[in-house]
Structures are given as C-alpha cells and as structure tokens.
C-alpha cells in the first residue's frame, strides 16, 4: 500500500508547566495562536485533576486552571463551536474521601479566544464517557461509552442545548461481539459519510473502524488489528483518500506515541513515526498549519516526568 507520507520530526518543545503528573491532551490551531490543553494531577488515576489550558502566542504563554473540590477533571478536548468560539468539553468524575466514583458525567466551558473561560456547564448522561465531538454542517457528533455495559452510543446535537442519543449500541460486545470499546474519534469524508476510530480493551485489544452513512444509525465495522489507545485522526491535506492518525501504540512490547497512515479504501493502518516518548504517554492533540503536522502529546521519557509537549513535523 503506497503513502504520501514524507514529514519529519523538525522540532519538539515542552509546553506543560510544572506538575506531578500532566497528561491527556488536546489541541486547535486559532490562526496566530494555538491553544492545548491536558490533565495536571498527582498521577494518572489520582482523583485530584485539574484542567491546564496554555495558549501558545507570538509573546509566550499564557496558562489558565479549571478544577472543583472533589471532582477528577478528565481528558479535555477542544473544539470551535459554529459561531467561531471555542468549546472545552471533559468527564467530571465526582469522587468520595477513598477515591472511589460517585458517579462522572461530560461538563463544558466556553472561550472568545482561550485566554478566559466562562462559567462549566454539565451536559449528556451520568455515567457514559462522551469522548470527543466533532463537528459536521453546524451538528456535533460524538460516541459515549461505559465500561460495565461494553457498549458505545452515538450522540448529536449542540452541548449547549441538547445532546440526543441517536443510535444505542452503535457498537456492543453483546451485538458484535467485540469487548469494552472506548475512546474514539469521528471525522467525515467528502460524501459526508462517518467514519469512527474506536479504541478497545478486551479480548484482542484491537481497534475498530466504524463507517456509516447518514442517518448514521445503521454501521458497517471493519478490525483494524492493532491496538490505538487516545486516539486521534485529521486529514491527510496531501491525498483526500488518507487520514493521519495518532495514539498510543505497542512497538515491540513498550507503549509509545505513534503516528499512523489510514487509507479510506482498504483500512489498513500503516506505521510511519514515533514521537519520543516511553513509560505513561500518547493521548495526542493535532492540527496542520503552515506545511506543518503539529502533535502535542505527553510522555515521561525525560527523567520519569509526564510532561506535555509540541512536535511540529515538515
């Protein structure tokens, strides 16, 4: 299967400010600045996270903290909602005094230009993980999970109103037979068809590729026979018919940052780079500008630090 593939690692920076633990990330380009965001804790499953945002400007930095007494803030994601703002949605795991979950669901803040944010906003059902949301023709897509009932739901909508279940068990382990799936990401083609990447973790531990066509109530699955955990997908901006995705890999029995292509046509994913990385890593963020493939993922290869970084690849 040939590519288009040809970037290379031009540059890495480590954006994240100070902390124990900073992990899960996300990031959007805003034109002359580009925003990302992550999890600071005291580890992966401590139930003390916070949400760090940093706007990347001409003249440095800019950090600004979401967080709630007794609420694990989780996996933000970013997005533009249609009047040009942008949407940060996470999962609130609200926790008792032994760290055990009450219950989570999916809040969001709104921002002008991500320097500020307003005040969060609950949205969607208790207890089922809506992942991430994109958006297609004014309407936001996203699929919720939850563990104990291996199942995933495709919700749509607007957050700030309404966010609809359309289609229940969009994939089950009861239905299909495929164990706890997960995170995912959704983007379309140019027939405005879905296309799902859905992370699982059971049984083989391999991730799926969903497509349907709209209602997108009726899906067709195809196993992608390696395991992509956090997983992000953009556009190829150089062959309509390849996506770029990213995520976190299993190279030779270690976990790492990796970067795949996907071809629309056979749905074969094929390895083209890994980002430095080891030990606690992946959960990427990426957007193109300028020529240039930008992936901000965390990693703890330097010193056993989870830390937040900026490749840029040309």
């Known amino acids: 299967m040939t590519s288009t593939f040809n970037l290379k690692i031009n540059n890495i920076i ?4 100070s902390a124990c633990h900073s992990a899960f990330c996300d990031a959007i380009d805003l034109g002359d600045t580009q925003l990302a965001c992550y999890r600071q804790a005291t580890n992966h499953i401590s139930a003390d996270g916070r949400i760090e945002t940093t ?9 600004q903290h979401l967080w709630f007494n007794d609420v694990d803030l989780r996996d933000p994601k970013l997005s533009r909602l249609p009047d040009g703002r942008i949407l940060l949605i996470a999962y609130a795991r609200h926790t008792a005094n032994d760290n055990k979950t009450l219950y989570g669901q999916s809040i969001f803040w709104v921002s002008q230009d991500g320097s500020s944010w307003s005040s969060p906003r609950y949205f969607g059902p208790k207890n089922w993980w809506l992942w991430r949301l994109t958006w297609h023709k004014g309407v936001a897509y996203g699929l919720a999970y939850n563990r104990e009932k291996e199942r995933v739901d495709l919700y749509t909508g607007h957050p700030l109103r309404t966010m609809d279940c359309i289609k229940q068990g969009a994939l089950s382990k009861q239905k299909e037979g495929y164990g706890y799936p997960n995170e ?33 109530t009726k899906w067709q699955w195809n196993d992608l026979n390696k395991y992509v955990g956090g997983p992000k997908v953009i ?12 995520g976190r890999g299993i190279l030779k029995n270690k976990l790492k940052t990796c ?10 994913l094929v390895h083209q780079l890994t980002l430095p990385s080891a030990g606690d890593n992946s959960y990427p963020g990426m957007f193109f500008k300028n020529g240039c493939l930008n992936i901000v993922y965390y990693s703890s290869h330097i010193d056993n630090q989870s830390r937040v970084y900026l490749a840029t690849l040309k």
């Open 184 to 216: 995912s990401d959704i983007w379309f083609d140019k027939n405005h068809h879905m296309h799902v990447l859905l992370r699982r973790d059971a049984d083989s531990y391999s991730s799926l590729q969903g497509k349907s066509a709209f209602p997108y």
């Open 14 to 17: 480590r954006i994240s400010s």
């Open 55 to 63: 706007l990347i400007t001409p003249q440095g930095k800019q950090r």
């Open 235 to 246: 556009a190829n901006p150089f062959n309509p018919k390849e996506s770029w995705v990213c």
């Open 259 to 268: 970067l795949w292509s996907l071809t629309n046509e056979n749905t074969q």
